[in-house]
């Protein structure tokens, strides 16, 4: 009985962080400034006799600022649309899932999975923006979109860099599908678990977000 309830909460729990993180960009972005701090501090320092490590932090410091942005892009335009932020929880599943992967295969999902899959859904939502004729948030949007395209590019660059430090040798296509199965394997492991701090009356659930689209 009770691995049944365990089963049914930590579906609610997916479908829910799902759905924060398909239309909220801040629940994401806050992912991306952890994966760029957390890079920054693993390689700042180490890279003795490494011709790019400047431009390799540049990009990694650029990428962290970028997402810090995109963070409040979300915190500075939801609750023009009705959302009290005191009822919108940063959703920690995704971070219990790529605190068991490596460096390199974070950055990996970061850049080549997370970012690189990210734009048919950004487009739909931009789409949706511009029916509220909200003219400032359709332009932070186009600038995330932008700034996602920059991302990608620093995957491309400095995946293979990374990968490098880290001691991989395979090629890039092959360590990032391999980097997917591990994903998909730790997800089922490790998502579904983080606990809400809020009661669903007070928490913006899914259902309010789907209510809130519809409407």
Known sequence: MRDRHRGRRSGVLQEEHQELRRLCPACIARHGVDVGRRFIERFAGAQT????????????ARHLWDES?????????????GVDLMTLEHSLDLYHILIQMPPAERYAMMTMEFEAGSFPTKARIMDRVREL??????????FDRNDEQNHVRYGHRWLPVIMKLCGHEEPVDEFVNSTRRHFAELAEKFGGRTPHTLSPDRRFTAAKIKAMCDA
């Open 69 to 81: 942005r995109h963070s409040q892009f979300g915190f500075r335009q939801l609750p023009k649309h």
């Open 49 to 60: 006799g490494f011709l790019p490590a400047f431009d390799l932090h540049h990009d990694l």
């Open 133 to 142: 004729n909200d003219f400032e948030a359709d332009t932070l949007l186009a």
